[in-house]
DNA sequence: GTCTATATGAAGATAGAC
DNA sequence: GTCTATCTTCATATAGAC
C-alpha cells in the first residue's frame, strides 16, 4: 500500500479517529446521562435520544448497557488523570506548593462533573469492581502520589520533619484533610453549592494542622 | 374508657408499636434491598417477596417505592446514631481518647452496611436532597461534633495549642483524616476488605499527624 | 388487612429493510 | 451503518375477593 493513499485518511482524522462520528455522539450522550442519573436509573432510550441515533446504531457499537457504562467510566477516568495532572505547580515555599495543589484538586473534586462521577463509582464499584479500581488509581491515588514527590523535595531539602512516617502516609494524610469535610458536604447538599470562600477556607485549615505537624522550626 | 381496656393493648406492645408486624417485614427486607441495589436498582418485587408478604400488603402501609425508600433512610440514620454515640470513651490521655473514637467510627463506617447506607445515599442524594442533610447530621455532623467535645475539654486543660483554629475545624480535620483513605478504599475496593491491622495503621497515622500539629509541648 | 390476579406502561434488546 | 418497527420481559401500581 503506498503511503499517498492513506495520507488524505490521516490529514482527514489527525488523531483520535478511533471512534465514528455516531460512536463519539452515543459516548457523550451517554456520559451526561449515566452521570445525571447512575448506571440503574439512565435508559438506553434516553441515550438514544440524547444522542440523536436510533436504538441498533447503539447496539451497534456498543453490545450492552454494561459496556456502555464501562466505556464511559474509563474515558472519564482517563480525563480526569488528565485534569488532575495538568496544573503547575507555583510557588517557591512550601506553603505555597501545597495551596496550589489543594486549591486544584479542590476544583476538580467539587465540580459537578467530579462530584456526579464520585457519586456512579461509588454507587456501582460493588457491581463493576474493575472501575472502582480504575478510578481509585485515576484519582485518589494519583493526586497523592503528587502530593507525595513534592513532600519527597520538601523533605530532602531538609524542610520537613516526618519524625518517621513515610511521605506516601502523610501525603494521604493531607489530601483527605483538603477533600473530606468539602466533598462530604457538597455531596449531601447537592442544592447547596459551596462558596469560594468556604473552599478557600477548607484548603486553609488543611494546610495549617499539615504544616504544624510536619513542617520543621526554621 | 376505662384503663383496664387499653392495658392489655399496652401489654401486647410494650414498646415501639408504631409499626404492625408485617409492616416491619416490609420495613426491614426494604433495608436490605435498598442497601444492596439501591433505589433504581432495586425493585417493589424484590421487597415484597423479601419481606414474605403480597403487593398490596406493601402498598397498604407505603404508598410508594419513595416513601418507603424514604423510611428505610429514616430508620437506617436512627440506628446510625445511636451507634456513634453509644461507645464509652475510655482513657484519661488524649491519645488514648483520640483511639477511642477512631476505632469506633471506623467499626462503623468501613462495616458492610455502613458502607452500602453510604453507597446509597451518596448515589441518591442529588433525588432526595432532604436524605442527604438528614444522613449528614446523624453521621459526619455527629461524629464531628463529639469529637468537638472533647477537643474543648482537652483545650480547656490546657493539653492543646489550637492557635487560632476553632474546635470545630479541628475536630472535622481530625474526623476526615481517621476516615479519608479508609473509606475510599473500601468504597473503591469492593472485593478486598480492609484487615484490622490496615485499619488501626489509619488511625494510628491520624491520631499522630493530628497530636505533632495541636497537642501542646509538655 | 391481606391475598391473587391483572392492568398498564416501559425497559433492554433484536429483526429486517434500506 | 443506520433506520423503523417490534419482541419479550419485567416494573409499578391497582382491582376485587376473602
Known sequence: MAISSIDSKIEASPREPLLSKKARAVLDAARDIFLANGFAGA???MIQQAAGVSK???YAHYP??????????EAECEQFLKTVRKPKLTGERLADILNSMAQAYLEIVLSQDGLALYRMIVAEAPRFPELGRRFYLAGPAT???IVAERLEIAASKGEMDLGGMGVDSAAALFVN???GE???QCLMHPDAPASAAQRDQWAKDAITAFLRAFQKEH
Not at 64 to 73: D, Q, W
Open 143 to 145: 493526586i497523592n502520589g
Open 182 to 184: 468539602a466533598q462530604m
Open 56 to 58: 441498533s446504531t447503539m
Open 177 to 179: 484533610m483538603v477533600r
Open 64 to 73: 450492552n448497557k454494561e459496556a456502555l457504562f464501562a466505556a464511559v467510566v
Open 43 to 45: 435508559t438506553t432510550d
